[in-house]
């Protein structure tokens, strides 16, 4: 699988941006996917989880309420709407898959098999 995230930008506190992922390739069993950020000097974080079935999402206190996971399958595509964006939001987001064989959410970024190139969202005050 490979995975190609975009969408990333700078824009003030309290805007929103959309990011979104690309994916190609195939694996036998459909994916669990992730998006994860990483800001200087610190590691990668998750951020917000989608299962297979696209029903069961999950997300990190920090964007709960801010941040909407989804994907569409048909177009081989995930998204990350954001909003309400924060200067702390600031950093590379990266999108990820993980082959599941059921529809759990997976927070731990080691756990992921594929990742995307990243893209840079700085949000400024």
């Known amino acids: 699988v490979q995975l190609q995230a975009s969408g990333g930008g700078v824009v003030q506190a309290g805007a929103s941006l959309r990011l979104s992922c690309a994916a190609s390739?195939?694996?036998?069993?459909?994916?669990?996917m992730g998006w994860f950020r990483q800001a200087p000097d610190k590691e990668r974080e998750f951020v917000a989880g989608?299962?297979?079935?696209?029903?069961?999402?999950d997300y990190a206190d920090s964007v709960k309420g801010r941040f909407t996971i989804a994907r569409d399958d048909a177009k081989n595509m995930l998204y990350l709407y954001m909003s309400s964006l924060k200067p702390e939001d600031t950093a590379v987001y990266y999108c990820?898959?993980?082959?599941?064989?059921?529809?759990?959410?997976?927070?731990?970024?080691?756990?992921?098999?594929?990742w995307g190139q990243g893209t840079q969202v700085t949000v400024s005050s």
């Open positions: 990820a898959a993980l082959p599941m064989l059921d529809d759990s959410v997976v927070r731990a970024p080691g756990i992921y098999n594929y």
């Open positions: 390739g195939r694996t036998f069993i459909p994916n669990a």
């Open positions: 989608i299962g297979r079935s696209g029903s069961n999402t």
